[in-house]
């Protein structure tokens, strides 16, 4: 069932497997919160086994670019396009958030992205690979992320 991520009311519904499931619940809303004020487009998650293709086309892209297949359970996902721009979000059990930015003309922008939730440690397959900046948030606390720029086309 899909659920309107409420950045207002802050409820870890879908992330309760989640050991630091406030803080996931967090930087699910401050996601919410971004787009709503930036693009007014309501953040919508939905159970992981109902968004399959998006999984599978967010695990491609992390494979295909970087070799990267995350050990961490999936959670829930997010797919939509806002002007000109492509997303797509899995929120791992772990506290993980990856995203895929990918625009579909003009400058292509294209990337992904990895914030951390407050608690949480550096997955390991991300040890060593990248750096990450620290981001206060009302919501989430401090989010530490990271990205990379995506070199290949994908059918997004």
Do not use: C
Request: glycine share 6%; charged share 30%.
């Amino acid at each position: 069932m899909a659920y309107v991520v409420d950045f207002e009311n802050v409820s870890t519904i879908g992330l309760e497997s989640s050991p630091v499931a406030k803080a996931l619940a967090g930087l699910r809303a401050n996601e919410a919160r971004y787009f709503k004020n930036k693009y007014g487009h309501d953040f919508t998650v939905v159970p992981v086994d109902k968004s399959k293709q998006t999984l599978d086309f967010v695990n491609k892209v992390l494979k295909n670019e970087r070799e990267i297949e995350f050990s961490a359970k999936p959670l829930e996902t997010s797919r939509f396009q806002v002007a000109n721009i492509k997303w797509a979000y899995v929120f791992y059990e772990d506290g993980l958030e990856v995203n895929v930015l990918y625009t579909l003309d003009g400058d292509k922008k294209r990337a992904v992205g990895f914030k951390l939730s407050e608690g949480m440690e550096v997955p390991k397959e991300l040890e060593g690979k990248f750096k990450f900046a620290r981001q206060k948030s009302k919501l989430a606390g401090t989010i530490r992320g990271s990205f990379f720029v995506i070199k290949n086309e994908y059918e997004a």
